[in-house]
Each structure stands twice: as C-alpha cells, then as structure tokens.
C-alpha cells in the first residue's frame, strides 16, 4: 500500500471519525487506521452525547465508520509503528510493514488509563469500577460507592459521587488519613472513610460486591471509583519531535497530553492531534467536536498549500501557454485544430468592405486567410508556429488562392508589422497577458493604413461565467471597450466596441450564448484637431 492520502486519520473513535467525517464532506481523499481498540470500549453506554445518549460505544463508533464511508472515506486496521517526514508530507508504516503516505496527519489515538495495582481492577473496569461521575454517576445513583484513594485528589473525588449517591466511602488505600478540616468537610457529607490498604475487588457471579482489605475485612460495595494515570497513546509521533506534557489538577499531575493550539494543530506542521490524546478531560461529545475542528484547520491549511500550487502553475501557464513552443506542440498533436471556418465575426465585419492588402495576425491552419483571399484580398498570415503555416499553406492551394497569400513565421511582439501598410488588419482571439497584450495591439493599429480597419476579437470575460469551460486565465481576457480606450479619438472612429453574443455548445453538448468581444475601428485618413 503506497497511496498518498490528503488526509490519514490515526485513530477511528468520536474524534478521528469527527474529523474523516468533515474532511470527506470537503472532499478529501481520508484514510483512517485504526486499531479497534477504543479506551470506553468497556463501558456499556455512551452518556452526556446529546441525542445518543445511552448508546452502546460500538454502536456509536459503527454508525459513525458508515457516515464516513458514505463520503468516500477508507479505512485501514492496523496500528502506526512509524511516522517519518517525507518531502511536504509524511510516511506512516503500519505494524504489518505497509506504508501510506499523507499530506496531512490527524492523529486521535486517544489515551490509555493506568490502574493502581490492585487485583481485579482490570476485569471490572468500565463496568462496576468507574472514574467519571458524568460518565457513569447516573447508572449508580443511590448506590453504595467506594472511592479508591491513589492520589491527593481522592477527596474531591468523594465530594463529587456524593452529588449522586448518600452513600460514598472513602478507602484510603495507600493515602494518609485526612486532616481536621478534610475529616469535618468529608463527614459534613455524610462520606466515611475507611482506612488501610485494598488487596482486591470481591465478586459474585458476574458482579461486584465488595472490596477486600489487608485486614481480611471485606466493605460491601455496588461500584469503586478510582482516578487513573492517563498516558496518551502517541509513541509514533516521538519522531516527529512531539512528546506529552504533564497536565496537573489543584497542583497534582493527572496525567499526560499532547500539546496543541484550539483547533488541534501541534508544533510540527502539518500534524494536528485531537481527541483524548490531546485533552485528557475530554468526553466523547467534546472528543468529537474537536475532531470536526481539527478537520476544518486541516482543510483550510491544504486549501491554502493548493491556492499556492495553483498560483504558480498559473504563472507558468501565463508565461508559457501562448509562446511558440507550446503553440508547436498543440498544432502537432492532432491533424486540424480548428474547424477550417472563418471567424463569424470577420465574416460579418469584413464581407462588405473593399479589398485591398490585409493583416491576419495569428493565423493559424489558415481559414480567414484563405476566405480573404478568396474575395480578392492581398493577405500577409503571420503566425508564430511553423506547423500551422505549413497547414495554412495547403488549404491555401487547394483553395486555389495561393498566390494571394505570404504566409509569415514571425511574433509581432518582436518584429512588428510596417507601420500604416495594410487595409485591414484582424486580429481574431489573439489573448496574451495585459502587458504585452496592449503593445501589440498598439502595433496592430500602427500597421492600419489611413481609412484602413482595425478589427480586433476575442473571447469576452463573461464567458468565464458560463458552462463553456474556457481555460481560466481571466488576466489574458478583454473587453471591446478596453481596446476602444487605447485608441487616439482624434485619429480613430470606433465603429463597435461591444461584447456580441453568438450561439456555442458547451463540452457536455448543451446549448449557451457565448460572448466574443469586439472592437471595429476606422483609421482617420485626416486627423481631428485636439482641444485647447
């Protein structure tokens, strides 16, 4: 497997598929690996997810895997081993030695809960040993409950179960006895404290019913409340540079986190961590939203490395799109570029006009050159791609009009047309950038002979809104009133400037209005005197 992702998701619980979710919505390609071990997996229900309270994990989390896959949105078990760098994005190795490359990481592997070692724990963790009031203190209401002292927190922790049951004890475990003030405020609450040591959970059947302590005692309890050491789970990001921090509570270290800014984003570019591994206080409905924040910073953060790739393949296509070699190459990949018709707009502008010598600048296979000639013009065809004019020159003979037409390999922006020389110069969807673009038709209009006609055309801005599908350089586009402005009035009579509509069919064979824009000027044979 050596696909490159946009996005590869490490991790599938609330958050990694919050994330993948939002991501294949904005039309990613996602890819989650995940190793199909969530941390609440244990745990009957999901509580406090506004509309799925009370549903099973598994459950959520397939729900969930199906509303990504509906986007587009892969999926991959295994776990990451390995995280490298590789150019602009990274290279994950799975633990069966694939490797899948990325441009972005969301990493929401979430954490691990260290338990004190106390026989039992780990067989009735999720189910009657518990840790989160909001999580689990509804389910236990009313119930007996004890709270396992493992750090100096233990008494908050009683004073937090005390909201949902009268009935809470302290076991002291390992911890020193409380002070004066600690032991008023605990039986203030009604909460007794039990001293010594826990030597192991007691169970019946399939359920608790106590704890045993080294005295030999055993207190009877329906749950046990312990605080774990929360560690994430995040070696794979180490090489990266990326290590947990510490997050402490009243003073005291809880356990561990990968840090980030609001929106999921570390240190390392292009890496954003979410979830548990990133807030070790987060529930699943807080795991979830931010993931789908993370998901949104990653979209922006490519929408702008794509703006920056497109920018610069825009600049090359300005720069290269409409010079002689790329000309060269369009004309020979294929017998006949155009359709061997004249401008309809030549046609139009043209037909009635008195025949004399023409200008056809960019003439390519040679079709408003050979209709020219055809009514009696003496036409010069200047194209920059010696492939068109010999194709140009072909038809010319077999359209019996040969003798009529000098076809000419030259690029006006580098030797320019005798100045006042012809009748009629025409220059049909002749597009280059602004810049260039102006000197040119400069020059087309110095070649225009005194009572001679400048007839410019291309395509007009506006079809950039249509379902045409131009090349979108809106740069290299014009308007027939732009033209119309370079033109001196006291030696020019602007016959149109105008955006003229014509019918067209779009690549998926539907009928538009296309707009070509056009500008038909007269060259004064007396210049009108400028005002004073």
Not at 146 to 165: F, I, N
Not at 305 to 328: G, H, I, K, M, N
Not at 370 to 385: C, K, M, P, S, Y
Not at 426 to 437: D, E, G, I, T, W
Request: charge should be negative; include cysteine; glycine fraction near 10%.
């Amino acid at each position: 497997m050596n696909e490159t992702y946009d996005v590869v998701v490490v991790g599938g619980g609330a958050a990694g598929l919050s994330g993948a979710l939002a991501l294949s919505r904005a039309r990613r390609s996602v890819l989650v690996i995940d190793s199909g071990e969530p941390r609440n997996a244990p745990a009957g229900h999901v509580h406090n997810y506004l509309t799925r309270d009370g549903t099973p994990p598994a459950e959520l989390l397939a729900a969930g895997r199906a509303e990504v896959s509906g986007y587009g949105g892969q999926f991959r078990a295994g776990r990451v081993d390995a995280i490298t760098r590789d150019g602009d994005g990274f290279r994950l190795t799975l633990d069966e030695g694939e490797g899948v490359r990325a441009r972005r990481l969301l990493v929401a592997t979430g954490v691990t809960d260290e338990l004190p070692d106390v026989p039992g724990l780990a067989e009735r963790w999720g189910r009657e040993l518990l840790h989160c009031p909001y999580c689990h203190g509804w389910e236990v209401r009313d119930r007996r409950i004890g709270v396992l002292a493992t750090g100096p927190l233990a008494v908050h922790q009683a004073e937090m179960w005390r909201q949902w049951s009268a009935d809470v004890l302290l076991l002291l475990h390992d911890a020193p006895a409380p002070d004066e003030a600690t032991a008023e405020r605990l039986a203030a609450r009604g909460i007794a404290v039990v001293p010594g040591p826990v030597t192991q959970l007691e169970v019946s059947g399939d359920a608790l019913t106590g704890v045993r302590l080294a005295s030999g005692r055993v207190v009877a309890l329906d749950a046990v409340v312990v605080a774990t050491r929360v560690v994430p789970r995040a070696s794979a990001l180490t090489a990266l540079g990326l290590a947990p921090e510490e997050v402490t509570m009243g003073g005291h270290v809880i356990g561990a986190q990968i840090p980030t800014d609001a929106a999921g984003a570390t240190t390392v570019p292009g890496v954003w961590v979410a979830g548990n591994a990133a807030d070790i206080r987060s529930q699943v409905i807080s795991a979830a939203a931010a993931g789908l924040n993370a998901g949104a910073a990653i979209n922006a953060d490519l929408i702008a490395e794509d703006t920056e790739v497109a920018l610069s393949a825009y600049r090359q296509t300005l720069a290269t799109a409409f010079e002689e070699p790329a000309w060269e190459e369009r004309y020979r990949s294929k017998p006949a570029v155009w359709s061997g018709r004249p401008n309809p707009q030549l046609v139009t502008e043209a037909a009635d006009l008195k025949p004399g010598r023409a200008l056809d600048v960019g003439s390519g296979e040679g079709a408003d050159a050979i209709w020219l000639a055809e009514r009696g013009w003496e036409v010069t065809a200047v194209d920059i791609a010696t492939t068109a004019l010999g194709r140009a020159a072909e038809h010319a003979a077999t359209a019996g009009v040969a003798e009529r037409i000098e076809w000419t390999h030259a690029d006006l922006r580098e030797t320019p047309p005798a100045e006042k020389a012809y009748d009629l110069v025409s220059a049909q969807f002749m597009h280059l950038p602004p810049v260039p673009r102006r000197e040119l038709f400069a020059r087309l209009a110095a070649a225009v002979a005194p009572g001679g006609v400048l007839l410019i055309v291309g395509h007009h801005p506006s079809d950039l809104w249509t379902s045409a599908r131009r090349m979108h350089l809106p740069d290299m586009m014009y308007t027939g009133e732009e033209v119309a402005e370079s033109l001196d009035p006291a030696r020019w009579e602007v016959l149109a400037a105008e955006a003229r509509p014509r019918p067209g069919t779009d690549p998926e064979g539907r009928e538009i209005t296309l707009h070509d824009a056009v500008l038909l000027a007269r060259r004064r044979t007396t210049a009108l005197p400028r005002a004073r």
